[in-house]
Structures are given as C-alpha cells and as structure tokens.
C-alpha cells in the first residue's frame, strides 16, 4: 500500500498571513512561554486546564500566546529563532516535523514518559519533539443537511456535491496540510486533476480549522474536513448523533501531535517540566475530551462517547516530503495558489 508523504513546509508562503495578522504578545519574562495554536487556547480546549494543573503540580506558571493555526505558530518561532520570545511550542504534527526541526529551532530532550509513547507515534529519534495525543483526518457529514453522502474521495467530486465542502489552507492549517498530502497518496501525480475535479465542491478554504468547523456546525455546509473523534465531541457535548465520520476506503492519514523545547530558552529547566507534564496521566485523560483526539498513553480510558469515533481499518502515515512543485499544482488547480 502506498503511503503518503510529508509535505514541506512553504514559509516564504506563510509570511504573508504572519505580516497580516497581530498575534498576541508574549510578555511576562517570569512566567514559562508556550506557543499554541487557537483551539488549544481556548476556553473548550485543554489549554486552561493544563495551566491550572502545571500551577498546581510545578508551581511554574505558563503563558499561553496563539498566533492562528499550527502552521501559523510553527512560522512565528522559526522568524523569533535569533531571538527566542518562548520556550515551547505545541501542536507541530508529523506534517510540520520536518520544517520544524530542519529550522533548529528545537532542542532534543527525551521526557520523562516517554516509555509511554508507541513506536509508531514517534515523531523524532532524538526526541526534539514530545507526541502527546494523535487523530486520523476524516470527512464530517452532516447527516440533516444531506441525504446520501459520498463514500470516497473520488465521490466528493460529484456534481452533487457541488458547494457542499469546506477544507483549510495547507499553507496555515495542519488538516489541511493533511488532506492534501492524503489526495497525493491516493493519486500520486494525478494528484493536480483531482483538485481541479474537486474544485466545485469546494465552497471555501479557510485559514484555520476553527472558522471551518464553525461553517458546518452553523449549517452554512455539510460536508467538512476534520477528524474521526469530531462526532464524539457532539455525542458528549450536544446529545446528537447527526453529525458522522465518513469512512473512506483510501484510508485516513494519521496526525500525532507534538511539543518541543526552543533553542534559546532562558527557562529549560520550567520547559522540560511541562514536557514532561504533557504526558503525566493527569494531561493525557484530559485530552480526549478537549482535543477531540487519542492520547499516546494507550493505557487511559476513553468516554463512552469515543463509539461514535469510527476507526479506520486503513491508517496513512506519511514518510517522505511532497515536492513543493506538486502542492504548488493542486493549489493552482483549485484556483488558490
């Protein structure tokens, strides 16, 4: 089976949504800086909980700072690598890996739970960044907005779909990094004729996944790029079951996202305790129902709202780098390049 590859990162792209936005300022020098992305940050998302908790634990207290997206965050530390203004940064997935540590804005630091983590969520040998919770990328129906769904990416490209799918910028957003990447396994060099197949199905692509999901969960569409875990946050959270993972025969790329140490922190001893805290029991159980996403400790439990989180019989993990000529070229072919 083939896999799917890596796409490289495309700063020289991203500098222009860096320029355009005003993320906030990381300002408190006694506090531990950490780099998020927004849904991690939010009051939904573990990132309040996690600093409360590492308050408690450590007695260290954490800054937040959200600059958009992952690829976004990923791109600010790499402008800051001369002069450092954190000292961790969170959400750099299997995608951004390679961008990532190939800048050197990372340090190596193998934490203390590490044991934990499977072999196959490893990110990096050297352990320059910590996995702490994984997904599978997926197409979400809307099960009152659409009667009969597609039931594979060629599907998606049915003129019955037309208008009907919101998927993020691989440039700025980490699933849509994702999807592309998931399009080139399934197509190879085609990959370009089928995003201009897919074209008018595409109603929008946002920057981030939030204003995406926002889309579909305010019914402006019902089809929406996202993950496998989406139905369950609705299953915990809002009682229904209308919204579901549509299960492709291709199979669903695997995401595992990590954290790591910047090279120049002035606080290593601090970072390598919330590293280290990531993976505490404490964390890893909070994570299924704030990320919407599986812990690499195989031994927490699940909520019983996880049976609406189908698991894909086929899971892609990407192995080499997408040439920036072939993402150019889908790109094109949607007439967003």
Not at 7 to 16: E, Q
Request: glycine share 8%; charged share 20%; net charge negative.
């Amino acid at each position: 089976m083939k896999q799917p590859a890596i796409l490289p990162f495309l700063l020289f792209v991203l500098l222009a949504f860096c320029a355009c936005a005003k993320p906030a300022e990381a300002g408190d020098p006694s506090k531990l800086v950490v780099y998020v992305y927004d849904s991690f940050a939010a009051e939904w998302g573990p990132g309040p909980a996690i600093v409360k908790g590492f308050l408690k634990a450590s007695g260290i207290e954490i800054e937040l700072v959200s600059s958009g997206d992952a690829g976004q965050t990923l791109v600010r530390a790499i402008l800051e690598k001369k002069t450092p203004k954190a000292d961790v940064i969170v959400g750099i997935d299997n995608n951004l890996a390679h961008r990532a540590i190939s800048e050197g804005i990372l340090l190596s630091y193998r934490p203390s739970g590490a044991g934990k983590v499977p072999p196959e969520l490893v990110l990096d040998p050297e352990w320059r960044l910590t996995p702490f919770d994984w997904g599978c990328f997926a197409i979400v129906w809307d099960s009152e907005k659409l009667e009969s769904p597609p039931k594979d990416l060629e599907g998606l490209t049915s003129p019955e779909y037309s208008g009907k799918l919101v998927i993020m910028d691989p440039r700025t957003s980490t699933p849509g990094l994702g999807f592309l990447a998931w399009t080139v396994s399934a197509y190879g060099d085609a990959a370009p004729d089928y995003w201009r197949r897919l074209k008018p199905t595409v109603l929008t692509m946002t920057d981030g996944w939030d204003s995406a999901y926002g889309m579909f969960v305010a019914g402006e569409t019902p089809l929406v790029l996202s993950y496998t875990t989406s139905p369950a946050y609705h299953v915990e959270n809002d009682h229904t079951e209308r919204y579901k993972t549509l299960v492709f025969a291709e199979g669903h790329p695997l995401q595992v996202e990590g954290a790591g140490i910047l090279a120049g922190t002035m606080r290593l001893k601090q970072a390598k305790a919330f590293v280290d805290y990531l993976l505490s029991p404490e964390v890893q159980a909070l994570l299924p129902t704030t990320q919407w996403m599986y812990p690499v400790d195989p031994s927490i439990p699940l909520p019983a709202s996880f049976k609406a989180a189908p698991r894909p019989a086929k899971l892609l993990k990407p192995e080499a780098a997408v040439p920036v000529a072939m993402i150019d070229a889908c790109l094109e072919a949607l007439g967003r390049k």
